[in-house]
């Protein structure tokens, strides 16, 4: 039998130097959707391969490794993605933002804030900022040519006609570098000024797609507005239950069957960070800290 | 007839030779004409006789098979068509002109609000105002007499006049020079036609717009432009003053499309 | 709670040893082998290597065994495994013609040099559920015989001979084939990387498209001029040494569809082509690419892109089954940021919604 045997990360090193072309276009060209060969990966599309391939093209055996899916080390699919690499690249993982070289993301931003050096890997499954506006992939590639956005104001536009404000509270589009409007994931608006003049490279993969782009670092990054409607960024009511944290992301958590919520910081690492060093919400044994059946 | 206005020693727009052929079958033959500012040229004929495809090449939708087209841009050069690049022509296409077509459906986006159909070019060209956005398209609407509180309702939800001079408000609005209009009163009422075109006639004599006009119907070409140009079967066989050619017709076959005995 | 906010791992590690568990089912049922999945299910094995992109009927076999029979999650672990393996280059094309025929038929002659081939096939078979299969046994040994000299011309050569049919597209000398699995896809894409993304589509995509084409979305009166299944040598050209040498042979299944073409203005009415092929017998696959292979070609023809089946960007981008099957199923991942901030936002509309209704008159007041 053709028993299988495989690379350092997993892919052959003619892949990898493929993926790393398409990212220096990327970040020659910030904001811009480089077309790259998306491989299949051992895990199914749509749940991070093209992340997983722009990780595994950067990695080195020195690198320190970080994955976090909705801000947390420990949801599902990032302790998948960060055992694979542990597997098949061998490197350190962390789940401390600060100790990490490279950090693999699905929908957030870290809280603290990134320093140079540092390589922050999105996962994207829709890159194109246009998509929903036209379905054409030869339209939007145009439209982005000719720097054709009016479709996209129109759908801000539409929006202050409809309910006073934008409402679009994620996946909220930006201008890089003034010139290519871009997806920025799925993550929450509120994470979008953290993009803007980042001192870390912000790498961004789709693979079902098979789309790789880039923000270099202190990069300007503005999210898209009128200017008698500017964009905001979303504020919750409460402090983190756990740390108090009052400048972070939170979820809501359902406490019992009679609808009883707490809000807790959506990044784990941070709030973890913070009770460690003496910070306290109202709320100390949660369900956050119990171990759960999966 | 209408007074020409706004007419410029400086043509706007020039066509030499233009000819567009499918295999054999000759679509178009050896038009030429030229469109100063300000002046509204009617081109009429039975269907099948070349006037769309004339007028897909004159706004360079369509690469003609021989001849050229050229406009007198803003910085007033006169440029081919041909030689533009994407970017340019597309530019044109949101500011410098305007396209109103038949189907309002095609030169509309049917799910969203008239507000936002008119302030598309306006975003495009970068206005970052939505107060002044909104104000301006209000005041558009009001100009085409569409009631300024359907401002937020999607054209779907409109008549077909209401579509058409909907469209018309979205091409004006960035005050281009040059309108191109495909059977613009089509597939309306009579009384909703007459309506439309009066409001077209006082906006392009207010505007100092140019407009080259295609219809099967002498009477919106009578009431609109300037000039008039017959086409048969690919060719131009008369062109002359409006009131001059539909009145005292040279050729028989325009008699015949006076007297309406053709089929339009 | 489904994500553990602590304790995944665990969970993910006891999840797959239940998954192994399950797969094995009842222990005092003997476990399949490789070798019986492949004899005995041989056209699921087929259809794994083919939308797989891998000839090697032992993976295939393989990976339906641990894919517990689901043929997309088999199709997906060949995928994966395939796309790590080293690139050494290209074969010379195969030539069809010299197939060592088991099956060959046409719908559009009723005799043909060579002739009609039936070989093993479910066509003309009573769809009965077989009782006496349950208790196994085996069949009556097949009838054969003699292997004939005569050659088998493809039905489409035939119709060439007298110019009746457009000529096969001849590859430009020395320029690359495409890969869609190296480069990445750009639209217009050429009938070369449209035949690859078929090849690997769907089966039931495929089979769905064809179909609609053949109910009026982008009819393009399609004949069966030929399908056949059999063996090909595979060769590969060897710089070293200046010569092709052979690597073995495969088994494919090859359509060629002969369609109307109306003509035009430079071109003579003539019949145009259909090409569907695929590894192993996979006739329904093949028919059903070379349906939408000819539906695709609508533009290049001069015909109107009105149905889905002639829609390239529509048809590429979602035929292949491992693509689509991850994104659909990546909704079962946590999408709470996303929703909490959709949750935050309806909050805020409703409240809006409620304030704006509770005082109508102040509104108009202010109008």
Same mark, same amino acid.
């Given at each position: ?74 949801? %599902? ?66 439209? &982005? ?19 006073? =404000? ?10 890089? /570098? ?18 803007? /003049? ?43 239950? #756990? ?6 992301? #939170?979820? @809501? ?34 369900? &956050? ?6 | 007839? $209408? ?15 233009l000819?567009k052929?499918y295999?054999?079958l000759a679509a178009c033959r050896?038009v030429?004409? $030229? ?6 040229l009617a081109i009429v004929g039975e269907s099948g006789s070349g006037k769309s495809t004339l007028l897909q090449m ?32 597309? +530019?044109? +296409? ?6 109103? =077509?038949q ?61 058409? *001079? ?15 209009m495909d059977e613009p009163t089509g597939g ?5 036609q ?8 006082? #906006? ?8 080259i006009v295609v219809t099967h119907d002498l009477a919106v070409a009578r009431?609109?432009s =300037?000039?008039v140009m017959v086409m048969k079967e690919g060719r131009v066989i008369e062109t002359g003053?409006t009131?001059?050619v539909l009145?005292?017709p040279r050729e028989p076959y325009t008699q015949l499309l006076v007297s309406s005995i053709l089929p339009a | ?71 997309? @999650?088999?199709?997906?672990?060949? *995928? ?7 690139? +050494? ?83 430009? @000398? ?72 052979? #690597? ?10 002969? /369609? ?25 696959? %093949? ?11 609508? *533009? @290049? ?16 981008? &979602?035929?292949?089954? $491992?693509?689509? %099957?991850?994104?659909?199923? &990546? ?7 996303? +929703? ?28």
């Amino acid at each position: 039998m053709n028993a299988p045997t495989y690379n350092f990360a997993y892919l052959d090193e003619q892949t990898k130097r493929m993926i790393r072309r398409a990212i220096l276009k990327a970040i020659a060209i910030p904001g811009y959707q480089v077309p790259f060969a998306s491989r299949e990966m051992p895990m199914p599309y749509g749940w991070g391969t093209g992340g997983v391939q722009v990780t595994a093209a950067i990695l080195g055996p020195k690198d320190v490794l970080k994955v976090i899916d909705q801000g947390s080390d420990d949801t %599902t699919n990032a302790i998948s993605i960060r055992k694979f690499f542990a597997k098949t690249a061998g490197v350190e993982t962390t789940t401390s933002t600060d100790a990490a070289t490279v950090i693999q993301t699905r929908h957030r931003i870290p809280e603290a804030p990134l320093r140079a050096g540092q390589v922050l890997v999105y996962q994207v499954p829709i890159p194109e900022p246009l998509r929903f506006l036209e379905p054409r992939e030869t339209e939007t590639r145009r439209m &982005h040519a000719l720097a054709e956005y009016g479709l996209m104001h129109v759908k801000l536009y539409e929006d202050i006609a409809r309910f006073g =404000h934008i409402a679009t509270s994620y996946a909220y589009p930006v201008k890089v /570098n003034a010139r290519y409007v871009m997806d920025p994931s799925p993550t929450p608006k509120f994470d979008n000024p953290k993009m803007d /003049n980042c001192p870390a490279l912000q790498l961004f993969g789709a693979g079902r797609e098979k789309r790789i782009y880039a923000i270099p670092p202190y990069t300007p990054v503005v999210s898209l507005d009128f200017e008698d409607h500017p964009f905001t960024r979303y504020k919750f009511d409460a402090p983190c239950a #756990l740390c108090g944290a009052e400048e972070s992301y #939170l979820d @809501e958590i359902v406490t019992d069957d009679k609808g009883s919520r707490m809000f807790v910081c959506s990044d784990t690492d941070y709030c973890e960070g913070r009770q460690a060093a003496g910070h306290r919400g109202v709320e100390s044994a949660a369900p &956050h800290k119990e171990a759960a059946n999966g | 007839m $209408v007074e020409v206005t706004g007419a410029s020693d400086q043509p706007l727009l020039v066509a030499e030779g233009l000819t567009k052929s499918y295999g054999r079958l000759a679509a178009c033959r050896d038009v030429s004409f $030229v469109l100063y500012p300000g002046e509204v040229l009617a081109i009429v004929g039975e269907s099948g006789s070349g006037k769309s495809t004339l007028l897909q090449m004159l706004s360079a939708q369509l690469a003609p098979s021989g001849g050229r087209v050229s406009y007198r841009m803003r910085d007033g050069v006169l440029r081919d068509l041909a030689e533009l690049g994407e970017a340019e022509r597309r +530019f044109l +296409f949101r500011t410098d002109w305007g396209y109103v =077509h038949q189907d309002p459906a095609q030169g509309l986006r049917m799910a969203v609000s008239a507000g936002a159909n008119v302030g598309e070019r306006l975003m495009a060209v970068g206005w970052n105002n939505y107060g002044r956005i909104r104000q301006t398209a209000s005041s558009w609407l009001e100009r085409v007499e569409i009631d300024v509180a359907r401002i937020d309702d999607a054209p779907r939800t409109y008549s077909g006049g209401m579509r058409q *001079r909907l469209q018309i408000a979205r091409n004006l609005v960035t005050e281009p020079r040059l309108v191109f209009m495909d059977e613009p009163t089509g597939g309306l009422d009579v009384s909703v036609q007459a309506r439309l075109l009066d409001l077209m006639r006082s #906006l392009v004599n207010e505007l100092g717009l140019a407009a080259i006009v295609v219809t099967h119907d002498l009477a919106v070409a009578r009431l609109l432009s =300037h000039r008039v140009m017959v086409m048969k079967e690919g060719r131009v066989i008369e062109t002359g003053l409006t009131d001059q050619v539909l009145d005292d017709p040279r050729e028989p076959y325009t008699q015949l499309l006076v007297s309406s005995i053709l089929p339009a | 709670m489904y994500v553990a906010v602590m304790g995944g791992e665990r969970a993910i590690e006891n999840a797959h040893r239940l998954l192994a568990h399950e797969r094995r089912g009842d222990r005092s049922v003997p476990e399949l082998s490789l070798s019986q999945i492949s004899e005995q299910l041989g056209l699921a094995v087929d259809r794994v290597m083919s939308e797989g992109a891998l000839y090697d009927r032992e993976l295939a076999a393989l990976a339906i065994k641990q894919a517990r029979g689901d043929l997309i @999650e088999a199709i997906f672990l060949v *995928r994966a495994f395939r796309a790590t393996l080293p690139r +050494f280059g290209a074969t010379e094309p195969v030539d069809t013609g010299a197939m060592r025929v088991q099956r060959r038929i046409s719908s559009t002659f009723k005799d043909i040099p060579g002739g009609q081939v039936l070989g093993p096939t479910f066509d003309y078979t009573h769809r009965l559920l077989d009782p006496g299969l349950a208790e196994g046994g085996n069949p009556a040994a097949p009838a054969l015989a003699a292997t004939s000299d005569v050659p088998m011309p493809r039905v489409t050569d035939i119709l060439r001979q007298d110019g009746l049919i457009e000529p096969s597209p001849v590859a430009e @000398e020395d320029a690359p084939v495409g890969d869609l699995t190296r480069d990445p896809l750009s639209f217009p894409a050429g009938r070369d990387l449209r035949l690859q993304n078929l090849a690997r589509g769907d089966e039931g995509f495929l089979l769905a498209l064809g179909y609609s084409t053949q109910r009026g979305y982008g009819r393009n009166h399609p004949f069966a001029g030929e399908i056949r299944f059999g063996e090909v040598e595979v060769e590969f050209f060897a710089e070293e040494i200046g010569f092709a040498v052979p #690597l073995g042979s495969i088994e494919l299944t090859e359509c060629q569809m002969v /369609n109307q073409f109306k003509g035009s203005a430079t071109e003579p009415p003539c019949f145009t082509r259909g090409y569907g092929l695929a590894f192993g017998q996979s006739e329904r696959k %093949t028919m059903s690419m070379a349906l939408v292979d000819r539906a695709l070609r609508a *533009r @290049e023809l001069g015909e109107d892109v009105v149905a889905p089946a002639q829609d390239e960007e529509f048809v590429m981008s &979602h035929s292949d089954n $491992v693509q689509a %099957t991850g994104f659909v199923e &990546h909704l079962k991942l946590p999408h709470y940021v996303d +929703f909490q901030s959709e949750l935050g936002l309806l909050r805020k509309l409703r409240r809006e919604f409620a304030d704006a209704n509770a005082a109508p008159e102040m509104k108009e007041a202010a109008e």
